[in-house]
């Protein structure tokens, strides 16, 4: 297997890794959205929270292609109805239709990570690189440390 197959598939895997992290997540609501920049690129991340009992979640997305949400004052305290981490690979291999004109494609561009969060207000981000941040639940944390305080999924290529 090439070097170039090999890191699809890692980029792929990644990805499903993510999505079922934050599977659970349809019953929390978006705390806050905020940007930003790193390095040479900028990011957003997004803050979901559910209540005292599940932990905190955080979504970093880096290298942005693609940003859209309705009023960006309405995304602040909507719930979510679904949430989705898609994989978009490499050039010659398709998209997901609902993913095709989102950004132009092009060559060099590498495979990317696209996350969409359903409910009252949208969010909708193509980036290079996406990592999940989960912190303990309020009750967790109360508790005697016993091994990690937080767990991180990184995406990129």
Known sequence: MSDAVEAEDAVRNRCLRAARILAPCVSYFVERVSFGAVDDGDCVNVFL????????????????????????????????????????????????????????????????????????????????????????SDDEASMPLQGSAAHRTTVSD
Do not use: C, N
């Not at 997305?61 to 979510?80: C, K, M, N, R, W």
């Not at 010659?92 to 359903?118: E, K, Y």
């Open 49 to 136: 929270r559910e209540g005292p009992h599940k932990p905190d979640i955080v979504i970093s997305l880096t290298y942005l292609h693609h940003f859209e949400t309705g009023d960006p004052t309405a995304v602040q305290g909507s719930f979510i109805d679904d949430i989705m981490v898609d994989h978009l690979p490499r050039l010659p291999h398709p998209w997901p239709d609902d993913a095709i004109g989102l950004i132009d494609r092009f060559g060099d561009l590498p495979a990317l990570v696209r996350l969409r969060i359903a409910g009252p207000a949208e969010v909708d981000v193509v980036a290079s690189a996406l990592t999940v941040y989960t912190a303990l």
